[in-house]
């Protein structure tokens, strides 16, 4: 089992950067994969960004492709999203989950294990 912590939210102006970490409980951090989903209010929770348990594989959703990276480091148990250029339909919570399973996946039911959760708001 798996506990996720995420940090780094805030409020940016359009056009900003903002850094999310994910810092994940466990011995056997490097045996998941591990996804980014945000959901804003009223709308369905979204795929962002996953990565395979050894980072050798990124995907991304659409939307944010070429302006987020994620990015792992097993030896500290944390998963990063790197995010620039950000718009306003970025703003909404940001999720970190974690899939029992060596390979990504696009898809929010494939996680069993889910953090709190951090707001971003891109505003001016």
């Known amino acids: 089992q798996v506990q996720l912590v995420e940090s780094g939210g805030g409020l940016v102006q359009p056009g900003g950067s903002l850094r999310l970490s994910c810092a994940a409980s466990?011995?056997?951090?490097?045996?998941?994969?591990m996804g980014w989903f945000r959901q804003a209010p009223g709308m369905e929770r979204e795929f962002v960004a996953a990565?395979?348990?050894?980072?050798?594989?990124?995907y991304y959703g659409d939307p944010v492709k070429g302006r987020f990276t994620i990015s792992r480091d097993n030896d500290k148990n944390t998963v990063d999203l790197q995010m620039n250029s950000l718009k306003p339909e970025d703003t909404a919570v940001y999720y970190c989950?974690?899939?029992?399973?060596?390979?990504?996946?696009?898809?929010?039911?494939?996680?069993?294990?889910w953090g709190q959760g951090t707001q971003v708001t891109v505003s001016s």
């Open positions: 466990g011995r056997t951090f490097g045996r998941y994969a």
């Open positions: 989950a974690a899939r029992a399973s060596l390979s990504a996946s696009y898809y929010a039911t494939h996680y069993a294990y």
């Open positions: 990565i395979s348990w050894s980072g050798g594989s990124l």
